[in-house]
Each structure stands twice: as structure tokens, then as C-alpha cells.
């Protein structure tokens, strides 16, 4: 069997006005992510943890910020895409760990739906889906909410 590990790390700044969506699911908030998709942290950083476990390159690389192809989409548009090119290359994906870190809003209330998006994008089990949410204790760009920054690990074999 051939196991493989990819980490992937995404951050995006906050700004007034804007959707929030993450892991798939749109969140109340008087702020959201400044990206030329819908600046889904949590999604972009599980794609680079894809991309990375088979040395694939960047979510950049396959769906660059400079494409109008890629302007507002739907990132779990590209989570499949990227699961779909992880399976051509024989690979299955095992399990996704995804830290989500930013102080407000309060994330525990959506991270079941979180899960269930982001499984059924996959088409993976729930279970083999984590998604954690941290506050930075208001230290960092997170902390005094400029932003949002997601870290994710995956497992994956053929």
C-alpha cells in the first residue's frame, strides 16, 4: 500500500460587506474574505494538503487568482476537482483533519455542517472528516479579526 501525507495552510484577509463561507457552508457575519474565489480558507487548505500529498503543486498552480474562469467561484467546485485528480492518479483519500483559526464569530455551531459539506464534496464518509475552530486569544492578525487562516492535514493510498 502506498500511503501518503500532505499539509496545506490557506489565510485570507477579512473585510466589511463580504460573504463568509467556510468548509463549505455560509456563515452570519458582518465580515467575510477578500479572494478572488469565495476565499474558503478551510477548502483551499485541504485542496493544498491534496496537492502536496502527490506533489501536485498549489491550489494556485491549478486554479490561479489571475483566471476569470476562477472569479467568485464555488471552492468546493474545486475540492472536487482536485479529489477527482487525486483519484486519477489512483489515489483515495483516507481522512482530512482541518483547523479553522479565527476569533469571531463562534464556529462550534457550524462545524457539523462543516463536516457533512466537505465529506459529501469528497465523497467521503463524516467521520473521516475533522474540523476544528481556535481562537488566536486576540493575538495575530486573526486575533484582531484582519483575517482568517485555516491548516489542514490529510492522509492518502493506493
Known amino acids: ?4 501525507v500532505g499539509h496545506g495552510y ?3 484577509a477579512l473585510a466589511d460587506g463580504l460573504k463568509l463561507v467556510l468548509g463549505g457552508v455560509e456563515i452570519e457575519h458582518t465580515k467575510g474574505c477578500v479572494a478572488h474565489s469565495d476565499g474558503d480558507v478551510a477548502i483551499h487548505a485541504i485542496c493544498d494538503a491534496l496537492l502536496g500529498a502527490l506533489a501536485l503543486g ?4 491549478l486554479f490561479p487568482d489571475t483566471s476569470e474562469e476562477f472569479r467568485g467561484i464555488d471552492s468546493r467546485i474545486l475540492l472536487r476537482r482536485v479529489v477527482d485528480l487525486v483519484a486519477s492518479r489512483g489515489y483515495t483519500v483516507s481522512n482530512v483533519d482541518c483547523t479553522i483559526a479565527m476569533q469571531r464569530p463562534k464556529l ?4 457539523d455542517a462543516m463536516r457533512k459539506a466537505l465529506a459529501s464534496t469528497m465523497g467521503i464518509e463524516c467521520g473521516r472528516v475533522s474540523v476544528k475552530a481556535t481562537t488566536t486569544e486576540r493575538m495575530g ?3 484582531r479579526e484582519e483575517g482568517v487562516s485555516a491548516h ?6 493506493r
Not at 1 to 4: C, E, G, L, N
Not at 58 to 61: L, N, Q, R, S
Open 1 to 4: 500500500m502506498d500511503i501518503r
Open 10 to 12: 490557506d489565510v485570507h
Open 58 to 61: 498549489d491550489i494556485g498552480k
Open 108 to 111: 462550534r455551531p457550524h462545524i
Open 141 to 143: 492578525f486573526e486575533g
Open 152 to 157: 489542514a492535514v490529510v492522509l492518502v493510498y
